[in-house]
């Protein structure tokens, strides 16, 4: 059944579905503006991030990236097995530390283009003010993780 416009079951389209879809398009997007370095932007941003750290422990990436631990496995998993990534053991045995390696530098490097590339891409076509007013509201959104409040602060401008 459906709800005619002004009920209460008539809320307008759902945010959640229709970020995921702009999500899947901006993703794709970013990657085949990646592609010709050999990264998606998931890896790539994991790398930025890793890159930023130095070495980092597991941890606080998972929640940079508002991750579980076990998806920030399997995001890692191809990139130590391609040399980009090196997982260590931390000080305790409960934590891992995660740098980047230098054949993973140098993917980062070369990825760096396309990247910029796809940002002045979408800068373009949104418009500086709307595109500032889309990740302030991006991050706003953020806030609603559970482990939001746990996570370090990060740059809203791209």
Request: charged share 25%; with cysteine; hydrophobic share 45%.
């Amino acid at each position: 059944m459906t709800a005619k416009a002004g009920s209460p079951g008539a809320a307008g389209p759902c945010a959640c579905g229709r970020l995921r879809r702009t999500s899947r398009a901006l993703t794709q997007f970013y990657d085949d503006a990646l592609a010709p370095a050999g990264l998606r932007v998931t890896q790539y941003s994991l790398m930025r991030t890793i890159a930023r750290e130095g070495t980092a422990k597991a941890g606080a990436i998972a929640r940079t990236h508002l991750l579980d631990r076990t998806a920030l496995s399997r995001a890692l998993d191809p990139l130590v097995e391609r040399g980009f990534v090196r997982v260590t053991a931390g000080r305790d045995a409960r934590t891992r530390e995660v740098a980047l390696t230098r054949e993973g530098v140098a993917a980062l490097d070369a990825a760096a283009a396309g990247w910029k590339r796809a940002q002045a891409a979408v800068a373009r076509r949104l418009g500086r003010e709307r595109l500032d007013a889309f990740l302030a509201a991006l991050h706003d959104l953020e806030s609603l993780h559970p482990d939001a409040g746990a996570r370090p602060a990060t740059r809203t401008r791209p």
